[in-house]
């Protein structure tokens, strides 16, 4: 049996529109997949600067090797009160002298701020880093800081 040329034809029409249909959606997906690699190339790419970013302060961190406030050079095992430590700005200064920043802003502050972290301004760019009492105030510094003041006096 043959089909009428009418059955083809519509046969042929709608075959055409599933095609331009799946032509349309395949397009849609198309579009879709260049958005989401535009969107992972800018991820990559800030990736990338936040790396720089780190590399950078550390350089400037590792260039440094005294504090640049007591002059007093730079130790890296952890218990050391010369441990450099880094502000967000870049600055780096030693441990002593970030618990002195952090000790007279502590003193200073009300009962309620002191629940917080402290505001300490960069001495040298002046902008304001964060830092939180239990991080900086271990009791190993503040032995050995008290050994030192002692220190200090006797000389
Ligand atoms: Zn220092
Ligand atoms: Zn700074």
Do not use: W
Request: hydrophobic letters at 30%; glycine letters at 2%; aromatic letters at 6%.
């Amino acid at each position: 049996m043959s089909l009428s040329p009418l059955v083809t034809d519509t046969a042929l029409r709608s075959a055409e529109r599933e095609k331009k249909k799946a032509e349309h959606e395949l397009k849609l997906q198309e579009e879709e997949i260049a958005k989401i690699m535009k969107e992972i190339e800018a991820e990559e790419k800030a990736l990338e600067n936040a790396k720089k970013k780190v590399e950078t302060q550390k350089e400037k961190a590792e260039g440094v090797t005294e504090c640049p406030l007591c002059c007093n050079p730079y130790e890296h095992q952890l218990t050391s009160i010369y441990v450099p430590y880094q502000f967000e700005c870049g600055h780096t200064f030693c441990k002593t002298c970030v618990n002195k920043m952090f000790d007279d802003k502590n003193n200073a502050a009300s009962e309620d701020d002191r629940k917080g972290p402290m505001r300490i301004e960069c001495p040298f760019c002046r902008k304001i880093e964060y830092l939180r009492n239990p991080k900086y105030l271990n009791p190993e510094y503040q032995i050995m800081n008290h050994t030192l003041r002692t220190l200090l006096r006797l000389v």
